[in-house]
């Protein structure tokens, strides 16, 4: 495996903005700044603070993840997606339990909103790494394995176009294989070692989940709940940088 920089490192670090407000965002995004990682902008934030906050971020030369997980019928997802582009974000998810023509208008949208060549990455949510089998399987009535239903959607979410998808780390290497190496696999799940699970069932470590071959990881508690949020993630940035 070819040796990371530091910045291809943090590159690949999501850091997930769970915050109530922007204020309290704020206080996080000044003990990191300067460290080239990708932010995440998930639901609670974006509803409390809108838009107008994404934009605020790109400003200031952040990368974007809007983590909005959009279900709904094509064309409200394809007006969507249209509204989301036009914000700049780097990247955003649809559900690909939607099916293949939601995904389908998701791209629709975004060519809707500007030039194909500077259009935001778009990936599909296979199953939330909160969610296990039995889970799956009794509650949300899907049958098999959570990895026969990830690679299921990965391969719809592939044929509808998009560039990747969200899956837990243990899943990105049949992934791969399924859809190729150029087609983009987003992580959560990710916890450095001795940090607490929480609410994730499929976890790995970040150089961990790096050796399975995944493009970025989303790490939200182990930074922003950590006494020391900037020293968290230059611990985990260099344990990217020097994984074997």
Do not use: W
Request: proline share 5%; hydrophobic share 45%; aromatic share 4%.
């Amino acid at each position: 495996m070819v040796a990371l920089t530091r910045a291809e490192a943090a590159a690949k670090v999501m850091v997930a903005l769970d915050y109530p407000n922007a204020a309290a965002a704020e206080q996080l995004l000044e003990q990191i700044n300067g460290i080239p990682c990708y932010i995440k902008v998930g639901m609670q934030l974006y509803y409390a603070a809108g838009p107008g906050f994404v934009e605020k971020l790109k400003s200031r030369g952040f990368h974007i993840f809007l983590d909005l997980k959009m279900h709904d019928i094509p064309n409200t997802v394809k007006g969507g997606a249209s509204s989301i582009a036009a914000l700049g974000v780097d990247m955003f998810n649809v559900h690909a339990a939607g099916g293949k023509a939601m995904m389908e208008a998701a791209m629709e949208g975004v060519s809707l909103a500007g030039s194909s060549d500077n259009r935001p990455t778009v990936i599909a949510v296979t199953q939330l790494t909160s969610t296990s089998q039995l889970v799956m399987n009794e509650e949300i009535g899907i049958p098999g394995t959570v990895e026969d239903t990830v690679i299921h959607y990965a391969r719809l979410a592939k044929q509808a176009g998009l560039d990747g998808v969200v899956a837990s780390p243990s899943e990105v290497v049949a992934i791969k294989a399924a859809c190729g190496s150029s087609f983009q696999t987003v992580t959560p799940g990710i916890r450095p070692a001795g940090a607490a699970l929480n609410d994730q069932t499929r976890i790995m470590t970040p150089g961990e989940a790096l050796r399975q071959g995944t493009d970025f990881m989303v790490i939200g508690r182990p930074i922003t709940s950590a006494p020391d949020p900037r020293q968290a993630l230059e611990s985990i940035i260099e344990e990217l940088v020097s994984h074997e």
